[in-house]
Nanobody
Framework: VQLQASGGGVVQPGGSLRLSCAAS????????PAWYRQAPGKQRELVVS???????NYADSVKGRFTISRDSAKNTVYLQMNSLKPEDTANYFC???????????????WGQGTLVTVSS
C-alpha cells in the first residue's frame, strides 16, 4: 500500500491549487484521510482531518479557504486550496488509515509530500 501525493507547485498569492492523494495497492478500506503541512524550519501541523462519521476539522488558518474532499471509488482524497497566502508555503503530506485486507489490522500511512510555494 502506498499513498501518492501530487499537485503542488508555485502559485501567486490569491491563487488556487488542488492537491491529490491517491492510495494504491490492496485497499480494503480507506479511512479518516487528513492533510498536514510542514513549512521550512517549522514542525508539521495539521491542515485538516476527517472523522469516520464524515466530519471535518480544519486548522483556523485555513478555514474558509481550503476544502477536503474524497473520491471513495478511487481511494483518493483532494485538498482544494483557494486564496493562497505566502504563509501557506510548505510541504503538504496526506495521511490515512488503510486496511489492506478484511483480516488485516488498519495501519496509518503517509504520502511523500508535495511542495506548495506561494510567492509573487
Amino acid at each position: 500500500v502506498q499513498l501518492q501525493a501530487s499537485g503542488g507547485g508555485v502559485v501567486q498569492p490569491g491563487g488556487s491549487l488542488r492537491l491529490s492523494c491517491a492510495a494504491s495497492g490492496n485497499i480494503f478500506s480507506f479511512k479518516t484521510p487528513a492533510w498536514y503541512r510542514q513549512a521550512p524550519g517549522k514542525q508539521r501541523e495539521l491542515v485538516v482531518s476527517t472523522t469516520s462519521g464524515g466530519g471535518t476539522n480544519y486548522a483556523d488558518s485555513v478555514k474558509g479557504r481550503f476544502t477536503i474532499s474524497r473520491d471513495s471509488a478511487k481511494n483518493t482524497v483532494y485538498l482544494q486550496m483557494n486564496s493562497l497566502k505566502p504563509e501557506d508555503t510548505a510541504n503538504y503530506f496526506c495521511n490515512a488509515v488503510i486496511q489492506s485486507r478484511a483480516w488485516a489490522d488498519p495501519r496509518d500511512y503517509w504520502g511523500q509530500g508535495t511542495l506548495v510555494t506561494v510567492s509573487s
